[in-house]
């Protein structure tokens, strides 16, 4: 299972992987450090057939470039990849990014500031993967 | 008979009673004249009878005898009968035998047919009788008896009867006049009553009561007829008087409304029930710069802003058909052409059976604070905007300080010291509470910015959302929160979720030694709602209460009651905003119970800090 993450922040990006390897979740990681890259990486599944195509995907928000409600758009408004389920992860606790992320189908995560709590994605992944039939 | 119809009662009454004597009379006198005359002939005719047999009884020897004169002699006995014109002995063959004639009447022998018969004659009566003796008839006797006695009788007896008549009349001409009083005269007062009322409308007025016959009923019915029209004409001269003083007070008190409208410094309007305007004051007059008569009725519509006017007429027509308050907030066209911000309200005058008898509202000028609000609201917008970002620019790293400190210190927990270790526990530890501080920094900037998408909410729905993200600290604390039906406010969603989140996460976190008992509920005073967070926890002391609203005020420093110090500030901060107000009541170790309230229309919490800033 293929899984785009988009994040720009490295150590937020190895916890992440961190939490996922320790859930045991059988994903191959596809990180882009900003939305254009992210946006390239979706026209190239969506182009190349041998191209590795996205399951599902996890956008930070603040992301350099595009931000990350732009990558989510350009996923719902592709051909093939408008169905991917998408997880925001950020350290944004505004309500209208709330608001913004449910609109266009994604579930939403805050990036909490101990260890613990971050490794709580892991399960919370594993649950959306379930829910979408994708475990 | 139609002109009798016409004469008054008095002359009809004295007509009727003098007809009717007089038939009676003329009646009763020619019934006695005749039965009288009847009588008479009847005697006489037996009278005269008698007095031919005597008579012709005397004669027979006369005739017996041949001797005349003895004849004569006998006839001459008439003569004390003045009425007997003459008399004759006739023999068998009919001629005379003897005669008699009254004196100065030369008469021959009356014309008789047969014996024993009394006729009249055109001379009078005539009297036959047969002279027999012994059944042999010897002559006859025949005599004329004038009819001057009868007709001097029936003279004398019409001649009574028309005295009697006469007599009667005067006698029932006078009596009448004497009794018709008794009926003529109720009338009379009747009819002088009726016209004195017609004239003067003088109900007061009543008739005497002279008789216990009909007339006098008929006088009692008109009394009362009358004492009733009095009775109704005073109860309707008092209202027609109580609607005059009401209808001067009214007058008095538009006056006095026109005299503090027109002085007012504020624009002044009422309204029909209709919701049709029906008066501006100068103020309006002069801020237009047209005249009264072209504001009025809906033409005042074409100073609203074109933008506003739709949603103006609305919220105007929502209030006229239910009653409502109007509270509006829209552009009008100055006379220079400039359009200036007002605050309008109107409120409905009911009268007293809870019907709107009119609308007043008025027009405050809002123009700079309107501006200013504008301002300060993309100023507002600006720093929220910036709070996030520096929020959410701030996470990262300190995420990274604390998420790896932490890391560090499992990772390379046999690399590091004890010393090490500590140091690495405080970066981590420090890290968090960065973190937390904030988010609660920017959840205390948010709290003091009015969200313009302040509408009615379901605090139900926004109490139940809370909770769900307080799941966590309620299964830990095995937490047990009851509510009642909460309703709707005027508030920003978030901020109200601040509120519940807060309050619930307080009395979960500063709990005693049972498991955390907590209710929420609201009760309505006046045009606010009173919500109350009641917990079973270790409460406050008196001398805090006032102390734990401020900012990083915290009571506590142990590890158990962690926090910044920042929540109810926060909360206070939000109240404050939408103008209600938050304190608590505590038994200290019983437990505490908070307390807030907050408007049911926002938006009249707006307005009065509008008003109150435009003076």
Same mark, same amino acid.
């Given at each position: 299972?293929?899984?785009?993450?988009?994040?720009?922040?490295?150590?937020?990006?190895?916890?992440?992987?961190?939490?996922?390897?320790?859930?045991?979740?059988?994903?191959?990681?596809?990180?882009?450090?900003?939305?254009?890259?992210?946006?390239?990486?979706?026209?190239?599944?969506?182009?190349?057939?041998?191209?590795?195509?996205?399951?599902?995907?996890?956008?930070?928000?603040?992301?350099?470039?595009?931000?990350?409600?732009?990558?989510?758009?350009?996923?719902?408004?592709?051909?093939?990849?408008?169905?991917?389920?998408?997880?925001?992860?950020?350290?944004?606790?505004?309500?209208?990014?709330?608001?913004?992320?449910?609109?266009?189908?994604?579930?939403?995560?805050?990036?909490?500031?101990?260890?613990?709590?971050?490794?709580?994605?892991?399960?919370?992944?594993?649950?959306?993967?379930?829910?979408?039939?994708?475990? | 008979?139609?002109?009798?119809?016409?004469?008054?009662?008095?002359?009809?009454?004295?007509?009727?009673?003098?007809?009717?004597?007089?038939?009676? =009379? %003329?009646?009763?006198?020619?019934?006695? +004249?005749?039965?009288? /005359?009847? !009588?008479?002939?009847?005697? #006489?005719?037996?009278? &005269?009878?008698?007095?031919?047999?005597?008579?012709?009884?005397?004669?027979?020897?006369?005739?017996?005898?041949?001797?005349?004169?003895?004849?004569?002699?006998?006839?001459?006995?008439?003569?004390?009968?003045?009425?007997?014109?003459?008399?004759?002995?006739?023999?068998?063959?009919?001629?005379?035998?003897?005669?008699?004639?009254?004196?100065?009447?030369?008469?021959?022998?009356?014309?008789?047919?047969?014996?024993?018969?009394?006729?009249?004659?055109?001379?009078?009566?005539?009297?036959?009788?047969?002279?027999?003796?012994?059944?042999?008839?010897?002559?006859?006797?025949?005599?004329?008896?004038?009819?001057?006695?009868?007709?001097?009788?029936?003279? =004398? %007896?019409?001649?009574?009867?028309?005295? +009697?008549?006469?007599? /009667?009349? !005067?006698?029932?001409?006078? #009596?009448?006049?004497? &009794?018709?009083?008794?009926?003529?005269?109720?009338?009379?007062?009747?009819?002088?009553?009726?016209?004195?009322?017609?004239?003067?409308?003088?109900?007061?007025?009543?008739?005497?009561?002279?008789?216990?016959?009909?007339?006098?009923?008929?006088?009692?019915?008109?009394?009362?007829?009358?004492?009733?029209?009095?009775?109704?004409?005073?109860?309707?001269?008092?209202?027609?008087?109580?609607?005059?003083?009401?209808?001067?007070?009214?007058?008095?008190?538009?006056?006095?409304?026109?005299?503090?409208?027109?002085?007012?410094?504020?624009?002044?309007?009422?309204?029909?029930?209709?919701?049709?305007?029906?008066?501006?004051?100068?103020?309006?007059?002069?801020?237009?710069?047209?005249?009264?008569?072209?504001?009025?009725?809906?033409?005042?519509?074409?100073?609203?802003?074109?933008?506003?006017?739709?949603?103006?007429?609305?919220?105007?027509?929502?209030?006229?058909?239910?009653?409502?308050?109007?509270?509006?907030?829209?552009?009008?066209?100055?006379?220079?052409?400039?359009?200036?911000?007002?605050?309008?309200?109107?409120?409905?005058?009911?009268?007293?059976?809870?019907?709107?008898?009119?609308?007043?509202?008025?027009?405050?000028?809002?123009?700079?604070?309107?501006?200013?609000?504008?301002?300060?609201?993309?100023?507002?917008?600006?720093?929220?905007?910036?709070?996030?970002?520096?929020?959410?620019?701030?996470?990262?790293?300190?995420?990274?300080?604390?998420?790896?400190?932490?890391?560090?210190?499992?990772?390379?927990?046999?690399?590091?010291?004890?010393?090490?270790?500590?140091?690495?526990?405080?970066?981590?530890?420090?890290?968090?509470?960065?973190?937390?501080?904030?988010?609660?920094?920017?959840?205390?900037?948010?709290?003091?910015?009015?969200?313009?998408?302040?509408?009615?909410?379901?605090?139900?729905?926004?109490?139940?959302?809370?909770?769900?993200?307080?799941?966590?600290?309620?299964?830990?604390?095995?937490?047990?929160?009851?509510?009642?039906?909460?309703?709707?406010?005027?508030?920003?969603?978030?901020?109200?979720?601040?509120?519940?989140?807060?309050?619930?996460?307080?009395?979960?976190?500063?709990?005693?030694?049972?498991?955390?008992?907590?209710?929420?509920?609201?009760?309505?005073?006046?045009?606010?709602?009173?919500?109350?967070?009641?917990?079973?926890?270790?409460?406050?002391?008196?001398?805090?209460?006032?102390?734990?609203?401020?900012?990083?005020?915290?009571?506590?420093?142990?590890?158990?009651?962690?926090?910044?110090?920042?929540?109810?500030?926060?909360?206070?901060?939000?109240?404050?905003?939408?103008?209600?107000?938050?304190?608590?009541?505590?038994?200290?170790?019983?437990?505490?119970?908070?307390?807030?309230?907050?408007?049911?229309?926002?938006?009249?919490?707006?307005?009065?800090?509008?008003?109150?800033?435009?003076?």
């Amino acid at each position: 299972m293929n899984l785009l993450l988009a994040e720009d922040n490295l150590p937020d990006a190895l916890l992440l992987k961190e939490a996922v390897a320790q859930e045991d979740l059988p994903v191959r990681f596809y990180v882009e450090s900003d939305g254009e890259k992210a946006i390239e990486f979706i026209a190239r599944a969506e182009q190349d057939p041998a191209a590795p195509s996205p399951h599902v995907a996890l956008l930070d928000l603040n992301l350099p470039k595009v931000d990350g409600f732009d990558v989510l758009r350009r996923i719902r408004g592709s051909a093939r990849f408008s169905a991917v389920p998408v997880l925001v992860v950020t350290s944004s606790d505004s309500p209208a990014d709330r608001k913004t992320a449910a609109e266009l189908g994604a579930r939403y995560f805050r990036k909490p500031a101990s260890y613990s709590d971050f490794l709580k994605i892991g399960p919370f992944l594993r649950s959306f993967l379930e829910e979408h039939g994708l475990l | 008979m139609r002109a009798f119809r016409e004469i008054p009662i008095r002359q009809k009454l004295m007509a009727i009673v003098m007809a009717s004597t007089a038939a009676a =009379l %003329l009646l009763a006198g020619t019934g006695i +004249v005749a039965f009288d /005359s009847f !009588l008479y002939r009847r005697d #006489l005719e037996r009278d &005269l009878s008698a007095l031919a047999r005597i008579i012709s009884d005397n004669c027979t020897a006369a005739l017996t005898f041949n001797d005349p004169r003895v004849a004569a002699d006998t006839l001459n006995a008439l003569r004390a009968r003045t009425h007997v014109v003459a008399a004759c002995v006739l023999g068998l063959d009919g001629s005379a035998f003897a005669r008699y004639s009254r004196q100065n009447a030369n008469a021959g022998c009356p014309q008789s047919a047969s014996a024993d018969r009394t006729s009249f004659a055109a001379g009078g009566l005539v009297v036959s009788r047969a002279i027999t003796l012994d059944g042999h008839r010897l002559g006859t006797l025949v005599m004329l008896y004038d009819l001057g006695e009868i007709s001097e009788r029936t003279r =004398l %007896l019409g001649l009574t009867v028309l005295g +009697v008549l006469l007599i /009667s009349s !005067l006698l029932a001409w006078l #009596l009448s006049s004497l &009794l018709r009083g008794v009926i003529a005269n109720p009338i009379s007062q009747l009819v002088s009553a009726t016209t004195s009322v017609s004239v003067t409308s003088d109900y007061s007025v009543r008739v005497p009561k002279t008789s216990g016959d009909e007339l006098g009923q008929l006088v009692d019915r008109f009394n009362e007829m009358l004492a009733s029209i009095e009775s109704r004409d005073r109860i309707l001269r008092t209202a027609l008087q109580e609607r005059g003083e009401a209808l001067r007070d009214a007058e008095r008190a538009r006056e006095r409304f026109r005299f503090m409208a027109e002085s007012m410094p504020q624009k002044i309007f009422t309204a029909a029930p209709d919701g049709s305007i029906d008066y501006f004051n100068r103020q309006w007059v002069e801020f237009t710069g047209v005249e009264f008569e072209q504001l009025t009725g809906e033409r005042w519509t074409r100073f609203v802003h074109p933008d506003d006017l739709e949603e103006n007429v609305v919220v105007w027509r929502r209030s006229v058909a239910s009653g409502e308050p109007f509270l509006f907030q829209h552009r009008f066209r100055r006379a220079d052409g400039a359009w200036r911000w007002h605050l309008s309200r109107a409120h409905a005058m009911r009268d007293a059976e809870g019907r709107i008898s009119m609308w007043i509202g008025s027009n405050t000028d809002i123009h700079e604070q309107k501006e200013k609000e504008q301002e300060l609201q993309r100023a507002n917008d600006d720093l929220q905007q910036f709070a996030y970002s520096a929020s959410h620019d701030l996470q990262e790293p300190i995420r990274n300080v604390a998420v790896y400190s932490e890391i560090v210190l499992r990772r390379y927990h046999s690399v590091v010291d004890e010393d090490g270790r500590q140091f690495l526990g405080f970066l981590a530890e420090g890290g968090r509470r960065l973190a937390t501080l904030v988010d609660d920094l920017l959840a205390y900037t948010r709290a003091g910015v009015l969200e313009s998408g302040a509408t009615r909410i379901s605090a139900s729905a926004v109490l139940q959302n809370a909770l769900s993200n307080l799941t966590e600290a309620i299964r830990e604390s095995r937490a047990t929160v009851t509510f009642e039906p909460l309703p709707d406010v005027f508030i920003g969603e978030a901020h109200l979720h601040q509120l519940f989140q807060n309050l619930i996460g307080n009395a979960i976190k500063y709990r005693g030694e049972d498991p955390p008992r907590i209710h929420v509920s609201a009760e309505r005073q006046g045009s606010y709602w009173r919500f109350s967070v009641q917990d079973n926890g270790i409460g406050i002391d008196v001398q805090y209460r006032e102390k734990i609203f401020g900012v990083f005020k915290r009571l506590h420093h142990d590890r158990k009651y962690s926090g910044t110090g920042i929540g109810l500030a926060i909360c206070q901060r939000v109240v404050d905003r939408y103008g209600g107000r938050i304190w608590v009541e505590s038994i200290p170790g019983k437990g505490a119970t908070f307390f807030f309230t907050l408007g049911g229309q926002a938006s009249e919490v707006e307005a009065r800090t509008l008003e109150s800033a435009a003076g």
